[in-house]
T-cell receptor, first 112, second 114 residues
Framework: GDSVTQMEGPVTLSEEAFLTINCTYT??????LFWYVQYPGEGLQLLLK?????DKGSNKGFEATYRKETTSFHLEKGSVQVSDSAVYFCASRRNQGGKLIFGQGTELSVKP | DTEVTQTPKHLVMGMTNKKSLKCEQHMGHRAMYWYKQKAKKPPELMFV???????INESVPSRFSPECPNSSLLNLHLHALQPEDSALYLCASSQAGTGGEKLFFGSGTQLSVL
């Protein structure tokens, strides 16, 4: 079945450091890919998405590119802030519908 | 209005109680979802309603009973829960339940079963 694998956390960075959170997927066909973020005490918010190969999603300084050849959708940000501290979930969903498949989540902690 | 509103935010119940969780959205979305989330784990899908009809039940125990009274409202009725059912319950909605669209999540109900 479809699955999503993320790098394990927690990830601890200093403010202004470069962030990469790795995400790879397995799926039949070409799913849509998402990054969701969950701040403490809140629900999930969509951070960015890409619906086909080579698409780049971007939002709030975060970027991720849909790489079909490596089945990856790594999240990057050039300079993290303390306010970026949260849990980040990579997810996939077949374009015909069905379940949103989540990775295990990566907790990010940014220190001043 | 791009919000999914869930009430209550916190709920404590005993194993013999009956309670309900409520979810509301006014974005005209026709697909609504219930998820269960344990701390720092990914959400687990429980139920999906599409056009007010139950389309997915992920083999959820019958002590959880969903209801979709109309296209804006989604309820989750709880009865005879177990302590292991303590979790954050998230409601979400999307336009029509198809693949590439985004899900909008509520802030959740933190449920504790004593």
């Amino acid at each position: 079945g479809d699955s999503v694998t993320q790098m394990e956390g927690p990830v601890t960075l200093s403010e202004e450091a470069f962030l990469t959170i790795n995400c790879t997927y397995t799926a039949t066909g070409y799913p849509s890919l998402f990054w969701y973020v969950q701040y403490p005490g809140e629900g999930l918010q969509l951070l960015l998405k890409a619906t086909k190969a080579d698409d780049k999603g971007s939002n709030k300084g975060f970027e991720a590119t849909y790489r079909k050849e490596t089945t990856s959708f790594h999240l990057e940000k050039g300079s993290v802030q303390v306010s970026d501290s949260a849990v980040y979930f990579c997810a996939s969903r077949r374009n015909q519908g069905g379940k949103l498949i989540f990775g295990q989540g990566t907790e990010l902690s940014v220190k001043p | 209005d791009t919000e999914v509103t869930q009430t209550p935010k916190h709920l404590v119940m005993g194993m013999t109680n009956k309670k309900s969780l409520k979810c509301e959205q006014h974005m005209g979305h026709r697909a609504m979802y219930w998820y269960k989330q344990k701390a720092k784990k990914p959400p687990e899908l429980m139920f999906v309603y599409s056009y007010e009809k139950l389309s997915i039940n992920e083999s959820v125990p019958s002590r959880f009973s969903p209801e979709c009274p109309n296209s804006s409202l989604l309820n989750l009725h709880l009865h005879a829960l177990q302590p292991e059912d303590s979790a954050l319950y998230l409601c979400a909605s999307s336009q029509a339940g198809t693949g590439g669209e985004k899900l909008f999540f509520g802030s959740g109900t933190q449920l504790s079963v004593l």
